[in-house]
């Protein structure tokens, strides 16, 4: 398909079709170029390498293929004249985009900063800390502390 997209965009004469599309059919080359690339880098990657990811990189491929082959799928009925809107590809990618993004909210959740409770009140306590409350406060709950007193 590629090549008969080439084809028609450099070599075919200029009345097989009209000349305002040329740049549309330049950049579909080129989309469908790089469409076909990853799609020959993720087949070249072996199952069991796959395996190696961790569940959250397993499951982000994983969905990435299906929307992939899904928005190829949706592409292909647009050029058979077939609305994808009334077809059930529809559906299916709603579906994926679904997981996708409650994989995106699992990774952004592993991103956040997370709040060590013991060490936000340390922090808290010892930015309010004074050394004259300090005193003060030792001296009225311990009137005697400090003072040594001597029995003979």
Known sequence: MLQSVHAMADDGPAEDYPTEIEENLNDFESSLSSVQNMVQ????VSRSDNLKLDP???????LMSA???????WMYLVT??????DHAIK???????TYMNKVKEITDKRKAARLDKDAASRFVRNALWDAEDKKRKDSTEHPHRGKHIRFS
């Open 91 to 97: 559906q299916e990618l709603d579906r994926i985009r």
């Open 41 to 44: 880098t993720l087949v070249s």
């Open 80 to 85: 058979q004249g077939v609305n994808p809107k």
């Open 67 to 73: 929307y992939a082959l899904n928005s190829m799928f």
């Open 56 to 62: 959250l990189d397993r499951a982000k491929l994983d």
